[in-house]
Nanobody, 123 residues
Framework: QVHLVESGGGLVQAGGSLRLSCAAS????????MGWFRQAPGKEREFVSV????????DYADSVKGRFTISRDNAKNTVYLQMNSLKPEDTAVYYC????????????????WGQGTQVTVSS
């Protein structure tokens, strides 16, 4: 079992940047493929980005491609999401989770969800 804790959210103006962190417990973190999702009020949780266990392969939602960058530091058991050129539509609670099988793009294929961190982008 792995426990995830997200941090780094906050209030930022449009065009600004934030870096989210997802700290994991457990000695096998380096073997996990990790994903970031977000959920805005009244909307379903949606895929943002994923990074494979080796860190060499990543994928992004079209809505964040070119603005967000996912990375990981296995020595620190941490996954990061660098968010640049933020837009008001990026406002949501951001979650990290562990992928356990199937498509990377669906929340149902992840578990060990963190508690989330709020990102609010003002116009």
């Amino acid at each position: 079992q792995v426990h995830l804790v997200e941090s780094g959210g906050g209030l930022v103006q449009a065009g600004g940047s934030l870096r989210l962190s997802c700290a994991a417990s457990g000695r096998t973190f380096s073997t996990y493929t990790m994903g970031w999702f977000r959920q805005a009020p009244g909307k379903e949780r949606e895929f943002v980005s994923v990074i494979r266990w080796s860190g060499g392969s990543t994928d992004y939602a079209d809505s964040v491609k070119g603005r967000f960058t996912i990375s990981r530091d296995n020595a620190k058991n941490t996954v990061y999401l660098q968010m640049n050129s933020l837009k008001p539509e990026d406002t949501a609670v951001y979650y990290c989770a562990v992928h356990f099988g199937g498509s990377y793009f669906y929340a149902r294929n992840y578990n060990n969800w963190g508690q989330g961190t709020q990102v609010t982008v003002s116009s």
